[in-house]
């Protein structure tokens, strides 16, 4: 019988504002499965609901598990973010709901 378990790599995005705001200075969090020791993430930012996403922070240890937002992209009202496997960026997990993003403490 084969295993229902994970073999490799996989992350899962974790949130606390589900439909809330995500400030300067909050963070956001995420559990990271079955990587080397030494692999990294980064976290992208969409600010129109995931058509577009843009690049908020690379070259974080995977098992680090969290990130302060401190850039001062655009605000909005329609944000969703997502951590992604730097070695394979086919490899990602995002937020499932949408937020505001004030780029402001």
Known sequence: EASKSRTGPWLLALTY????VL???NKTYWV???FAPNETVGIDLSLDGG???????SNILASQGYYTWTNSISASTNA???VVRTADTND???VNSAFTY???P
């Open 92 to 94: 990602y997990d995002e």
């Open 51 to 57: 058509t577009n996403w843009n690049l908020a922070a």
């Open 32 to 34: 990271a499965g079955n």
């Open 23 to 25: 400030r300067l200075g």
């Open 80 to 82: 969703l973010w997502r």
């Open 102 to 104: 004030a780029n402001a």
């Open 17 to 20: 504002n589900e439909g809330g």
